[in-house]
Structures are given as structure tokens and as C-alpha cells.
């Protein structure tokens, strides 16, 4: 498994911007996919976006579309997730996940169960 630790959450006013950083260590990064999730008070957690080993390729759910890019800098092990057009209901513990690209072939994983690895969490808290 590889370790995984967040930060960059914080506290913005709506329509205001954050990138969240993923910073990993442990094993070969660029083997890894990449996930963000997201979970609220009272919620489960929730698929936010996902980027392939080598950051060629991403996808989102569609709440975020256009306003969340997700991407990676395998020299760093790092995956990034920024947040524009922010709104009080992304207000949640953004955690960052991992699993084995070649679990996967070339699909990106999407799911909960489809990730090893897991950050510790950090919070996003956007006012109205």
C-alpha cells in the first residue's frame, strides 16, 4: 500500500477557489490511480474525481464538472484537486485514494471499494 496525506483544506466564502494537495510515499507512485472523495455531515462518502497513472486521462462526477480539476505530478507523488466556483454544498473531508493502475487496466476506479489506499481526510468548509 502507499501513504497518502492531505492538506490544503480551509475555510472560503462561495465562489472562491482552493487546491487541495495529496502528497504520497511508500511505493511507485506513477503506477498508482488516483481518487478524491468527498463525505458530509449525515452523507456517504461520495466519488469526486479520479486521473489515470499517468494523468492523461480523468473523470468527474457531474456536481463538479467544469469547476474541479484533478491532476497529478508523478516527479512529486503528489495529486492535486482544484476547486474553483465553490459553493456551500461541497462543504465536506475531502480524502485522496490509491489503488494499483494495473488492478484496473485502463479504466480509472470510481468507487469506494475499488481503493487500497486512504488519506486521513481534510476538511473543506465553503459559507454562503
Known amino acids: 500500500q502507499v501513504q497518502l496525506v492531505e492538506s490544503g483544506g480551509g475555510l472560503v466564502q462561495a465562489g472562491g477557489s482552493l487546491r487541495l494537495s495529496c502528497a504520497a510515499s511508500?511505493?511507485?507512485?506513477?503506477?498508482?490511480?488516483m481518487g478524491w472523495f468527498r463525505q458530509a455531515p449525515g452523507k456517504e462518502r461520495e466519488f469526486v474525481a479520479g486521473?489515470?497513472?499517468?494523468?492523461?486521462?480523468?473523470t468527474y462526477v457531474d456536481t463538479v464538472k467544469g469547476r474541479f480539476t484533478i491532476s497529478r505530478d508523478n516527479a512529486k507523488n503528489t495529486v492535486y484537486l482544484q476547486m474553483n466556483s465553490l459553493r456551500p454544498e461541497d462543504t465536506a473531508v475531502y480524502y485522496c485514494?490509491?489503488?494499483?493502475?494495473?488492478?484496473?487496466?485502463?479504466?480509472?476506479?470510481?468507487?469506494?471499494?475499488?481503493?487500497?489506499?486512504w488519506g486521513q481526510g481534510t476538511q473543506v468548509t465553503v459559507s454562503s
Open positions: 485514494a490509491a489503488e494499483a493502475q494495473q488492478t484496473y487496466g485502463n479504466r480509472i476506479p470510481a468507487a469506494q471499494a475499488d481503493f487500497g489506499s
Open positions: 511508500g511505493r511507485t507512485f506513477n503506477g498508482y490511480a
Open positions: 486521473v489515470n497513472w499517468s494523468g492523461d486521462r480523468t
